[in-house]
């Protein structure tokens, strides 16, 4: 059966391509799925085998170093690759169970797709009003089915193996077993596909890949160790030594610190713009500027970006919109993607996973930047690293397989490289995760809401930072942006008493728990500035929306009445323990008595 194709018999320009799918972890003799041909390429999941089978080929120009209007001519008469979603496409049977496809066969013996209601391709939006509703209709090009957020979340990339398992299996194998020792020559050869090494691909994986994808309303995704991994593998994709990128000044202090000290140490100077102003971010590109970088719901200063004016810059000077959406929780709190976004990488240790169980990082293509506009060599130029692949010819806009080029050049290239990979135990855990993000995020920003109303009229604290209320400044681009009511699960506040003040309620929370992180189904409290800011400078920690006295709050799923009455009694607490101690520093810095 050819990977590539709709011809159990194998193709003329198909040399010796396996069976089996990137997706479908089953025995080879199962057929690979068929791809309906009036589906747009840009729908169309990417995998390692597109690269595989590309490069196994003498006949193909990019080897050939031609010209990219001869490349493209040549590739026009490829078929498209499976689609984002061939879990549920139809299949068809094949009686040999040998891995590798004969080199020709008559067009009149390709069998032609049955008909079938495979899961659709792209997200739609359906907002009702002026509030961004991401519930992410999808529709199916063939047969006008909708599937809602979620139930993409339950079913999006999986295909039911043979032993009928329900849920995604676990693939924990470091390696795959050769056939014998010129399979394994042509695998590593790429004269062929299969897997190899789950450093680049695993099935698992391959399932949560598919989801976000999906859920983000991207064209591919790559699932990698961290966020802070997902970050930094999105960066040294579009910069090199000698580049630079404008990102907002109120980031997350990890990232920060990789943008202040780490990518400067590899030549990749990093220039802090002031996000809440647009034009900040302009004045700061230059000609080796490779992108802009901001955060859907900036941590932890709760501010929110004007994307789409933040994408029309960076699209002007040529150059992508990455977005971390870390905050956006999968997309189902915000798409950026639908605003403008060309890349965008997530934690999905937080929301996603949901649980406190799993580090794990993905970042998604969106399918809309043109690498190919002189500006990105890496895409545009022969690579050394992959038999001189020029990824752009090949994966860019106007080829045979959509505009996929940042996903494959970042899974072929650099995770495979730098080898910061998901493993399938943490793929499974998140899954898990994935599966119940609707239903915990529509609780978690309930919570988060009616906390930030509470404190917001409580007599002990100074201010509250949140997007739900309407008295912050931030409110009107959250309604745009955002899901209509879910204004995302996490808080800040000051209190009467200043730093010591904030000490004592973290020290008497009972429901809370005081640990780094967010995201996770239980209610977690944390004092930034000497905490996740510590590293950075006073000026620095200003700069990012880090006050000392700030109290940054991740609500959880509990009963908000027990959320409620946990820092209600924390802060009695802290207002006793300041009256104890006497003097004390206001929220605003001046001396209370």
Not at 322 to 341: C, E, L, M, R, W
Request: proline share 7%.
């Amino acid at each position: 059966m050819c990977f590539l194709h709709d011809d159990p018999d194998g193709c003329e320009t198909s040399r010796r391509v396996a069976s089996r799918p990137l997706c479908q972890p089953r025995n080879h003799t199962q057929a690979c799925r068929i791809e309906p041909q009036n589906v747009p390429y840009k729908y169309r999941r990417p995998t390692l085998a597109h690269i595989q089978f590309w490069t196994a080929h003498s006949n193909i120009p990019v080897l050939d170093s031609l010209s990219p209007a001869q490349t493209s001519a040549a590739a026009a008469s490829m078929p498209p690759p499976p689609s984002l979603f061939s879990c549920c496409l139809p299949s068809t049977k094949s009686d040999s169970s040998d891995r590798q496809a004969p080199l020709t066969s008559s067009a009149a013996d390709q069998p032609q797709p049955a008909k079938a209601i495979p899961i659709p391709l792209t997200p739609i939006s359906s907002s009702a009003n002026n509030n961004t509703d991401t519930s992410s209709t999808m529709t199916n090009p063939t047969d006008s089915i909708e599937y809602k957020f979620e139930t993409l979340a339950l079913h999006a990339g999986q295909e039911v193996g043979e032993t009928g398992a329900r849920a995604v299996p676990i693939y924990a194998t470091s390696s795959y077993v050769f056939k014998d020792d010129q399979d394994a020559a042509d695998l590593f050869a790429l004269k062929k596909f299969g897997n190899i090494y789950t450093r680049i691909m695993n099935p698992t994986t391959d399932v949560f890949e598919k989801r976000i994808a999906a859920l983000e309303g991207g064209v591919a995704a790559v699932a990698v160790a961290s966020g802070q991994a997902a970050e930094f593998l999105a960066v040294a994709a579009v910069a090199q030594a000698g580049d630079n990128i404008v990102s907002a000044s109120a980031i997350y202090g990890g990232t920060y610190n990789l943008f202040k000290v780490q990518l400067p140490r590899l030549g990749i100077k990093v220039k802090f713009a002031n996000a809440d102003d647009p034009s900040s971010i302009a004045a700061l590109i230059d000609h080796s500027t490779k992108a802009v970088y901001v955060e859907t719901i900036a941590n932890p200063e709760f501010s929110i970006p004007d994307f789409e004016a933040i994408a029309k810059i960076a699209h002007d000077a040529g150059i992508p919109l990455i977005v971390d959406n870390t905050f956006g929780a999968g997309g189902y709190v915000s798409q950026p993607i639908k605003h403008g976004a060309d890349i965008v990488v997530s934690s999905a240790t937080k929301w996603i996973g949901g649980h406190g169980t799993t580090i794990g990082g993905v970042i998604v293509d969106a399918g809309t930047f043109d690498w190919g506009n002189g500006k990105f060599p890496t895409f545009t130029e022969p690579s050394p690293g992959y038999h001189g692949l020029v990824f752009n010819d090949v994966f860019g806009k106007g080829g045979p397989f959509g505009n996929i080029a940042f996903a494959i050049r970042v899974r072929v290239e650099l995770l495979r490289d730098i080898g910061a990979s998901q493993s399938p135990f943490g793929s499974f855990l998140l899954l898990q995760g994935i599966e119940t993000l609707p239903l915990r995020m529509d609780r978690t920003c309930e919570n988060a809401l009616a906390l930030a109303q509470y404190l917001e009229s409580h007599p002990e604290v100074a201010w509250v930072k949140y997007p739900g209320l309407k008295s912050s400044p931030y409110h009107a681009n959250a309604v745009k942006y955002l899901r209509k009511n879910h204004f995302g699960g996490v808080l800040s506040f000051g209190v009467k008493g200043g730093i010591e003040a904030a000490k004592a309620v973290i020290n008497n929370v009972k429901v809370a728990s005081h640990l780094a992180n967010v995201g996770d189904a239980k209610t977690l409290i944390i004092n930034p500035a000497s905490t996740t800011h510590q590293q950075l400078t006073e000026e620095e920690q200003i700069s990012a929306g880090v006050s000392p006295d700030l109290i940054r709050v991740s609500v959880g799923i509990e009963h908000i009445d027990d959320i409620i009455g946990d820092f209600d009694r924390a802060l009695k607490a802290a207002k006793e323990h300041i009256a104890a101690n006497g003097v004390a520093k206001e929220s605003n810095g001046s001396e209370s008595r």
